[in-house]
């Protein structure tokens, strides 16, 4: 089956039209018409090659990992979806499914490695897996979520990544009501984390280093946003939070935050700066606090996710682009100027 796609064929050319095959439905496969695919800034940083020590790129790359669609066809063996219904797929497409960490329902933790939507490994059709920035996608049910038809769909695809790498540090350090949370950056990342924390009952702080923010911050349910740079307001936090999430992807002193959290806190960063960052031993060490990091979720607590957000009419702040201003929102994705996530109406593949 062709499928119609946009794809990076260097690390320096701009995304392009291009033409790809996905398999035919397996037994236990879901074939999706994809109706929209957000950008996240793994797209921009994997097209460019920008993690080729860590995860080099295959060139030509389809990125796109938050993808929400229509069925059109399921394999004979499939229980939980119909033609008709509406799914979405998120980071991953397959992962061992054997080792201890799958069997946890953690398949993000994959022992063999999860394969994932785009510039995997594909151990079915062999070469490297293809995202969502294409009309159609074909993916085992295993890995296959539901979404409601009630629901905004454009604004449920940032869920698929941005939403479940900030529920799942929040759920897995069981944030909830009492609690004082912070949330460091507001972007892509950092507003999901903000209405999550506010959802979960904790007193929410926003910390950013706009001042021009701060309106914006309360709006998606801070109950404080302390503009960081101000050494003052920072004092006035000091030992007092529970938990704070970082959200922040480039070099920003880390230390700043520990400083915050009192005895047994955690700060869990989300965020992936290029370089290491130095961290102070007495910052850990007194009074006892915790650094952690955290990546997506599994299957099981990405449905989980979905489901709380239908419930609590949670989405994310989106705006919406076809796919020929791809290359012009990477540009706008570089200079933070997107509140808080581009979403490509696929429909644009076909015009």
């Not at 929209?36 to 920008?50: F, I, K, M, P, T």
């Not at 070469?127 to 905004?152: H, M, P, R, W």
């Not at 984390?193 to 911050?217: M, Q």
């Not at 709006?219 to 946003?225: D, K, N, Q, Y």
Request: charged share 20%; proline share 5%.
């Amino acid at each position: 089956m062709t499928a119609k796609a946009y794809a990076a064929h260097t690390a320096e050319s701009p995304l392009a039209p291009y033409s790809l095959k996905r398999r035919e439905p397996l037994p236990s496969d879901v074939q999706i018409d994809i109706l929209y695919c957000g950008v996240c800034h793994s797209d921009l940083h994997q097209a460019r090659n920008e993690w080729k020590e860590a995860v080099p790129t295959v060139y030509p790359c389809v990125p796109g990992h938050e993808i929400v669609g229509r069925v059109s066809k399921v394999g004979k063996d499939v229980k939980k979806f119909k033609a008709g219904d509406y799914a979405a797929v998120g980071c991953m497409v397959d992962s061992c499914r054997t080792c201890p960490n799958c069997a946890r329902g953690l398949e993000q933790f994959c022992q063999s490695f999860p394969t994932f939507t785009y510039n995997g490994a594909d151990k079915i059709s062999g070469g490297v897996t293809y995202g969502g920035y294409s009309d159609s996608i074909v993916v085992d049910e295993a890995f296959t979520l539901k979404v409601s038809d009630k629901v905004n769909l454009a604004a449920t695809a940032p869920l698929l990544c941005a939403g479940i790498t900030t529920y799942s540090p929040m759920r897995h350090w069981k944030v909830g009501p009492g609690q004082k949370v912070g949330v460091v950056g507001l972007g892509g990342l950092g507003h999901m984390g903000v209405k999550f924390a506010r959802a979960f009952g904790a007193h929410v702080v926003l910390f950013t280093t706009s001042p021009e923010k701060i309106e914006d911050g309360k709006r998606l349910g801070a109950h404080e946003v302390v503009v960081s740079k101000n050494p003052d307001e920072m004092a006035k936090h000091a030992t007092s939070f529970d938990f704070i999430l970082d959200c922040v992807s480039a070099n920003h002193d880390i230390n700043a935050y520990l400083s915050l959290l009192k005895l047994d806190g955690t700060l869990t960063l989300v965020g992936a700066p290029e370089k290491p960052l130095p961290v102070a031993a007495f910052n850990l060490l007194l009074p006892r606090r915790q650094f952690a990091g955290s990546a997506i979720g599994g299957i099981a607590e990405t449905q989980e996710m979905l489901d709380f957000c239908e419930k609590h009419n949670i989405t994310s702040d989106i705006e919406m682009i076809p796919i020929q201003k791809i290359n012009e929102a990477y540009d706008r994705l570089l200079k933070s100027d997107v509140k808080y996530r581009f979403v490509i109406d696929m429909a644009s593949l076909k015009a």
